[in-house]
């Protein structure tokens, strides 16, 4: 690979120790390297795939001779629907390379309860047009060091996964302080996620179900972009099973001051 290149370790034990770390060094490069270039791969195939689709109904369209007006409209439609897909699939791109470059509005110290409430005002519209009980209860006084939109994506990506994989169970939303930490959990009462992909549904365009994630509108990076923007405000995430069935997402960050 391209970073291959590993030193032969001879000589003094500063020598050796320097010698292990460059090989140590070179190793990670290669790991992100490898990883860097199948995400590269992974994400031309999630779009070219919406385009092979909006190709084939093109040419079914000026290719069959005498099509009437409904299948027209049918396969007009489904072109529209490829096209919203690959507006997801680059808006969240394009969200995961403003996380990794850095460049990014610089974080305050912001409450999260409005931010919440503006989600759950949103997500409740959804839930009700998906015949979900969606439930909240949120303390006061959680601040935490961040941006409005990141929190936003936060909420939003946790609570839309909790509807879309919840095939009609209740979906709990809780927001509290706990010791120096602000909590958020997001809970379901879905299938869950099988216990071995739980240590990978954080990789980029990793889904357990692949047809099931396109059919609700996934595109595979909700997550990421949760665990990138959680990092960088120096937070966590975490995915569990719950006992009774379900799933639930934690994220823990520093309590701030709130601003006076
Ligand atoms: P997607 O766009 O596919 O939802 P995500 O990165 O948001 O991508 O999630 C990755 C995968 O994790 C999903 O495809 C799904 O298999 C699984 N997943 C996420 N949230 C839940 C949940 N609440 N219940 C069950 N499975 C989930």
Not at 41 to 52: G, I, M, N, R, Y
Not at 56 to 79: C, G, K, M, P, Y
Not at 105 to 121: C, G, I, K, S, Y
Not at 202 to 217: C, I
């Amino acid at each position: 690979g391209a970073y291959s290149h590993r030193t032969e370790i001879r000589g003094g034990d500063e020598i050796a120790q320097l010698g292990e770390e460059f090989n140590s060094l070179t190793d990670r490069l290669q790991v992100t390297e490898n990883a860097r270039r199948r995400f590269v791969s992974d994400a031309s195939h999630e779009l070219k795939t919406p385009l092979a689709a909006i190709r084939l109904l093109t040419d079914s369209i000026l290719q069959t001779e005498n099509i009437d007006r409904e299948t027209t409209r049918e396969f007009v439609a489904d072109i529209g629907s490829e096209a919203e897909r690959l507006t997801r699939i680059t808006e969240d791109l394009l969200r995961l390379t403003r996380l990794d470059s850095g460049i990014l509005e610089q974080a305050a110290v912001e409450d999260v309860l409005p931010v919440l409430e503006q989600v759950m005002r949103m997500m409740s519209l959804v839930a009700q047009e998906k015949g979900v009980d969606l439930t909240y209860e949120a303390a006061e006084g959680c601040a935490v060091r961040s941006t409005r939109d990141e929190l936003y994506q936060v909420i939003y990506n946790l609570t839309d996964n909790a509807l879309k994989y919840s095939a009609g169970a209740a979906v709990q939303v809780s927001l509290r302080k706990c010791g120096g930490q602000v909590v958020l959990t997001v809970a379901d009462r879905g299938p869950g996620i099988p216990e071995e992909d739980l240590p990978r549904i954080f990789e980029r365009f990793y889904r357990v179900d692949k047809a099931r994630s396109r059919a609700a509108g996934g595109t595979g990076l909700g997550l990421s972009i949760v665990s990138d923007t959680v990092r960088r405000q120096g937070g966590t995430v975490e995915a569990a099973n719950r006992p009774g069935g379900g799933a639930v997402f934690t994220v823990r960050w520093s309590a701030e001051e709130g601003e006076a």
